[in-house]
């Protein structure tokens, strides 16, 4: 089955402690990106990436890294996380092309609560 | 600067009657529009996807249309069931020389009661 999937799901950690959420497909898509959603403010992208050793920022980076090793992975990483990346994560996949409306799929999510 | 704007912010219906919720935009260079729905904690869905040259596009009881000289799109959605209680977000796409990023609206969000 064609899908995106992130792990953990559900993640609650404290001020400081690094952590990693993966995100992985399997659709052979060029195109990925971290998104965050919080609370009337829609999904703001955190940083994208268009092909394997190629990423770029999104509109809010501040306190994330990523990277893209392997063209199914891309993983987020919060090196010290605090209180305001509390939110809902999400992962997306697509593939890229000229001006071309590739479908974008999304995975379900990742929950992060920082203590 | 660019922006996607949605109207209205949440929305109450009786199910089975129509709605239309609302997106304008300030986005350039534009590449495309599309429509996602989104359940409450899980990721966003496509409904449809149109490029500057589309002025409508359906899928099943859900029908997008776009005004590329306006910069207007709006989502109409008939005979409403309680399944399409949800979010509805507007997204629309820029494409660069060597960048691709979607712009995405802050949502409706739309209850259906019985």
């Known amino acids: 089955e064609a899908q995106v999937t992130q792990n953990p799901r559900y993640l609650i950690t404290v001020t400081g402690k690094k952590l990693t959420v993966t995100c992985s497909q399997n659709m052979n898509h060029e195109y990925m990106s971290w998104y965050r959603q919080d609370p009337g403010l829609g999904l703001r992208q955190i940083y994208y990436s268009m092909n394997v050793e190629v990423t770029d920022k999104g509109d809010v980076p501040e306190g994330y890294k990523v990277s893209r090793k392997e063209k199914r992975n891309f993983p987020l990483i919060l090196e010290s996380p605090s209180p305001n990346q509390t939110s809902l994560y999400f992962c997306?996949?697509?593939?890229?092309?000229?001006?071309?409306?590739?479908?974008?799929?999304f995975g379900p999510g990742t929950r992060l609560t920082v203590t | 600067k660019n922006q996607v704007e949605q109207s209205p912010q949440s929305l109450i219906i009786l199910e089975g009657k129509n709605c239309t919720l609302q997106?304008?935009?300030?986005?350039?260079?534009?590449?495309?529009l599309r429509w996602y729905k989104q359940d409450t904690g899980r990721g966003p869905v496509s409904l449809t996807i149109m490029t500057f040259s589309e002025n409508t596009k359906s899928n099943g009881r859900y029908t997008a249309t776009l005004d590329a000289d306006t910069k207007q799109s709006s989502l109409h959605i008939t005979a409403s069931q309680l399944s399409d209680s949800a979010s509805y977000i507007c997204v629309v796409s820029v494409y660069g020389d060597s960048s691709y990023k979607l712009i995405f609206g802050s949502g409706t969000r739309l209850l259906v009661r019985p």
């Open positions: 997106c304008n935009y300030t986005v350039s260079p534009f590449s495309n």
């Open positions: 997306a996949s697509s593939f890229t092309g000229s001006h071309l409306p590739y479908e974008q799929y």
